[in-house]
């Protein structure tokens, strides 16, 4: 499939609003997936850091 011009490219053939959300729907899910455990790894971290820190000074 070729297009005349970029502005044809992003129509996609009047169904550029369907695929371009698809795509930015499918990127959002991607990028929460990857954040979500590093985020999560992170607090579980400083979690621990303070219960040894409390367990450490009686």
């Known amino acids: 499939m070729s297009f005349d011009s970029f502005g044809d490219f992003l129509a996609m053939g009047r169904h550029g609003l369907f695929v371009w959300s698809a795509y930015g729907i499918?990127?959002?899910v991607l990028a929460i997936n990857v954040a979500s455990p590093l985020l999560?790894?992170?607090h579980y971290l400083q979690q621990e850091t303070r219960r040894l820190r409390r367990?450490?000074?009686p």
């Open 26 to 28: 499918c990127l959002s």
């Open 40 to 42: 999560a790894r992170r």
């Open 55 to 57: 367990e450490s000074n």
